[in-house]
Nanobody
Framework: QVQLVESGGGLVHTGGSLELSCAASGRTFRNKAMGWFRQAPGKEREFVAAITWIGGTTYYADSVKGRFTFSRDNAKNTVYLQMNSLKPEDTAVYYC?????????????????WGQGTQVTVSS
């Protein structure tokens, strides 16, 4: 089992910044990568970004490329999502997830464990 705990969500104005973090614990040795997904009310869960534990290769959705930065601290088993230039359309519950698949998939079904989610609200 892998446990994922997110933190860092909140309310911010358009153009503001937030940093999300996700700490992994448990049997993490099989994990190849971590991903962030988000889900807005009435919408499907969508891919935001992913990062590999080895090498730190990052992948981004087109909608966040250039605004979000995904990083990891292997020693702490923690990943971070720095979100800048936030827009109202970024409002959603953000989930981190882990996968044993490489390269990391962009579909939720490719991930084995999920955090509880953290709300991000961007006001206009």
């Amino acid at each position: 089992q892998v446990q994922l705990v997110e933190s860092g969500g909140g309310l911010v104005h358009t153009g503001g910044s937030l940093e999300l973090s996700c700490a992994a614990s448990g049997r993490t040795f099989r994990n190849k990568a971590m991903g962030w997904f988000r889900q807005a009310p009435g919408k499907e869960r969508e891919f935001v970004a992913a990062i590999t534990w080895i090498g730190g290769t990052t992948y981004y959705a087109d909608s966040v490329k250039g605004r979000f930065t995904f990083s990891r601290d292997n020693a702490k088993n923690t990943v971070y999502l720095q979100m800048n230039s936030l827009k109202p359309e970024d409002t959603a519950v953000y989930y981190c997830a882990s996968t044993i698949i490489y390269p990391p998939p962009r579909l939720p079904g490719g991930y084995d464990y999920w955090g509880q989610g953290t709300q991000v609200t961007v006001s206009s």
